[in-house]
């Protein structure tokens, strides 16, 4: 009689041979030339601090471009293609006069704009000077920060406004601070800004990694279970939150991930009440590390800084690598995805949706610049009304 050998079952769903994850190309890379590039080239992008343009140049990586930003001495910024016209030595060595910067190498000096002011080693100071142009992009200053256009001359628009900034009550003043608040993490965070934007319109993630998973980092409220909606708006993705608490009353929140790269999030204290008091511009530096702008209406000063979460009592950088694994914040969930999230492998669920409307929303966008059109949310009237949000914090009896 034969023995019966029992089968033995066969695994699957090992991780053997699974194909090479890939990423959204055009969401994500934002080089010259790629289509999320252009796009954001369309609009004008926080590039530091009004105080980070001195007469010391300074290095800075905007949208996979290195540049060099200054201000000469009679107080005009400037942003600077970085290697010198002349034999490509960098203007990060040059020194920075009344009118302009000057390179080390043969002391060929231009304007804030690129014009060539002289070529000291030339006869007559440089007889061509004025037919050539080291490359630059236009800058303005507003609300605490330099603005940089990046993209085609002709298509340049108005400098926005926000409402939200301009109506401050009489205790109020504007603040801006580049600690990347919201980001929970560095200064520099080393992951694909999408990352992050997307992050804007997930308010789920609340509940579970701001609450029950690394302790509550906010407030009690903040990890109730929301009922949560979704609107398109004229240039973005609204999420409205309803959390009903245990007193019988209800916490109604309201933000939104506007283009070109706002978060436009009130505080999540729920004791400040009313519009939202504070906006962030997410600025991507390259494809693999993006940083946060934010302009707020304070009461005191460092009140910005000081909405920095901190994890087991600790900022971020005070942490060890082991406190980091114990209390994780936004910046280890979106890091931990990779430099570059990979795409192919999600498995998008119903609580995603505000993901799936914001990533539709950018894919028009897309396809409106690439057939020659006009992005939503640029201007060209410098008379156009500041933008109004609605996104605040609301508790209804």
Known sequence: MSKIIPLVPVDTGT???RPAPSHLKNMTEVGPGTPMGELLRRYWHPIGLSGDATATPKKVRVLGED??????????????????MHRGTSLFYGKVDATGIRCCY????????????????????GRFKDKV???????QEHYGLIWAYMGPPDKKPVLPTYECLDQLDEDEF?????SSIGGGGPRVIPCNWMQHYENLVDPFHVVILHASFSGTQFVEEMA?????NWENTASGVRTISMRHLPDGRSFKRISEAGLPTLRV????KVGRMGRVESIGWILPIDDHSFRIFVVGRVREQGELSRMRTRMNGKLWEEMSEEEHQMFPNDVEAMVSQGVIAHHSDEHLATSDRGIVMLRRMLMQQLDVVAAGGDPAGVHFDAHT???HFTSGNFLLD
Not at 174 to 178: K, P, V
Not at 265 to 268: L, M
């Open 224 to 228: 109730v279970m929301p009922e949560v």
């Open 67 to 84: 540049l060099i930003l200054f201000r000469n001495l009679s107080g005009q910024p400037g942003l600077l293609y970085p290697h010198c």
């Open 265 to 268: 999030i009130p505080s999540p």
């Open 133 to 139: 142009r080291q490359p630059w992009y236009p800058l």
């Open 174 to 178: 504007l603040e801006a601070d580049d």
């Open 106 to 125: 043969h002391g060929w000096k231009f304007d804030a704009t690129g014009h060539c002011l002289d070529q000291p080693c030339e006869p007559d100071g």
């Open 385 to 387: 009304p500041g933008v």
């Open 15 to 17: 991780a053997y041979g």
